[in-house]
């Protein structure tokens, strides 16, 4: 498959197909009960009601705005500001459990990259380079505390999910991480938050299996990388092919140990509701029967939908809805209900905050 460059991520709103008529449908749509077993257009009933059990947790820390990128750049701190906003509006955050923040230890981001590329983002930044050398990242001078807070915060979330504390989270963290290869960064990402959360939770808590599931727009390169041969870890992905980063062709399945544990699923630009969720329900589900996850993680990219000016998708915030629904039916048959979802992409900032407030409510 072809490859892309950073010029090409940012040209997304440039190299846009002609726009997209209509606007997603409101949080406060009745098709919130989506199940496994549904059809894209048929939600059918719902399966069951879910058990009685703590609550949904999200973290944030606003030291995720220090991360700061160059003015006109798309991943920028107002993403931070526009899903807060847009939890509050929607009434939400007060019912939320809070989720305490951390630093990541080098060792934990070590776990799933290079020692080399640690040291020389950490020297990239210190020198006060606008970007990383090993890739296409812009960076500022607060750049690496701010990457290890956003891996570090996620872990915590892990922590309350697996010792029982809550049911499920939400972490509002940036930089976002799912292009972070082992040996560099990439795209906007620096480390790759949710991989390294995943190797903790197996480290960690002795966690088995792993399903991390990604819906953003872009292939998920540097998660797929870092597991490709490990059996351990189930990846998947829904993305738009061709486009940035040019990787993730349904042939690309995993190799050695990991032969089958990597799941592509590219789909053309304007696909929406019936490629995604469909995938999802079609080819997901039937693939947990066999692999059984003991802990479900999500990278949640919300420039899949409609109108984003990085993507050609057109999901809404309700289809949001029925995906997270989805997740969280499999989380609670394989994983004991245990999930945790981390922000990854979404660029238009009322679309980003009308889809994340549609995921958290469905998650809650």
């Not at 498959?1 to 440039?14: H, I, N, T, V």
């Not at 009960?33 to 059918?44: E, V």
């Not at 990402?189 to 599931?213: E, M, P, S």
Request: aromatic residues 8%; glycine residues 10%; hydrophobic residues 40%.
């Amino acid at each position: 498959m072809a490859q892309f460059s950073r010029r090409d991520f940012l040209a997304g709103s440039a190299l846009a197909l002609p726009a997209l008529s209509g606007f997603a449908e409101s949080v406060e749509s009745p098709r919130s009960k989506a199940m496994i077993k549904m059809k894209p257009d048929d939600l059918g009933e719902e399966k069951r009601t879910p058990p009685a059990a703590p609550r949904t947790g999200l973290a944030q820390d606003i030291f995720f705005k220090e991360h700061l990128t160059g003015d006109g750049h798309p991943e920028r701190p107002a993403r931070y500001d526009a899903v807060i906003a847009a939890l509050t509006k929607a009434g939400l955050t007060d019912a939320l459990i809070k989720i305490p923040t951390r630093d990541a230890l080098e060792a934990e981001i070590t776990a799933c990259h290079t020692p080399a590329y640690f040291a020389q983002a950490k020297k990239d930044i210190a020198a006060g380079r606008n970007s990383l050398s090993s890739g296409d990242t812009n960076v500022s001078e607060k750049s690496f505390d701010v990457a290890l807070r956003a891996a570090g915060t996620v872990m915590n979330a892990v922590d309350a999910v697996v010792e029982g504390k809550m049911r499920n989270a939400f972490c509002v963290v940036r930089p976002p991480g799912h292009h972070a290869r082992p040996a560099g960064g990439m795209g906007f990402c620096v480390f790759n938050n949710i991989a390294v959360a995943a190797r903790y939770a197996q480290k960690k808590h002795k966690i088995g299996k792993v399903l991390i599931a990604d819906w953003d727009v872009h292939h998920g390169n540097g998660t797929q990388d870092i597991f490709y041969e490990d059996d351990s870890v189930f990846f998947m992905s829904t993305h738009q092919s061709p486009w940035y980063p040019g990787t993730g062709a349904a042939e690309e399945s995993g190799a050695g140990k990991g032969l089958g544990t990597t799941l592509n699923c590219p789909f053309p630009a304007r696909s929406g509701r019936k490629e995604i969720l469909g995938a999802f329900q079609e080819k997901l589900a039937p693939a947990m029967q066999k692999f059984k996850p003991d802990l479900v993680l999500l990278s949640a990219g919300f420039d899949s939908r409609l109108g984003d000016p990085l993507g050609h998708f057109t999901l809404s915030d309700a289809d949001f809805t029925d995906l997270t629904a989805l997740m969280m039916e499999l989380a609670r048959e394989h994983a004991g209900g245990r999930l945790v979802s981390v922000l990854e992409g979404g660029y238009n900032l009322e679309g980003l905050g009308l889809a994340a407030a549609a995921h958290v409510k469905a998650m809650m």
